[in-house]
């Protein structure tokens, strides 16, 4: 059975126009964050390394840091 918080990740995930292969990831920087909407933990990784001054990436739907990976 789902927690109330994973069920509210999803909700919160599927308002931000995530499909059924998709995450919801925030990319936290300096005083601030954007959203992004990807489709693995792969892709996600991929544009942090891409984006000097990311400080981390998480994955919303599982609460996971998925970067960086220490």
């Known amino acids: 059975m789902m927690t109330a918080q994973e069920k509210a990740r999803q909700i919160t995930a599927r308002m931000m ?3 059924p292969d998709q995450s ?7 005083g601030h964050f954007y959203p992004l909407v990807l489709g693995s933990d792969a892709e996600a990784i991929a544009n942090a390394k891409c984006n000097p001054g990311t400080l981390k990436v998480v994955n919303e739907l599982t609460g996971a840091t998925v970067w960086p990976t220490n």
Do not use: D, P, V
Request: net charge neutral.
């Open 17 to 19: 126009g995530c499909g």
């Open 24 to 30: 919801l990831y925030t990319f936290h920087r300096e």
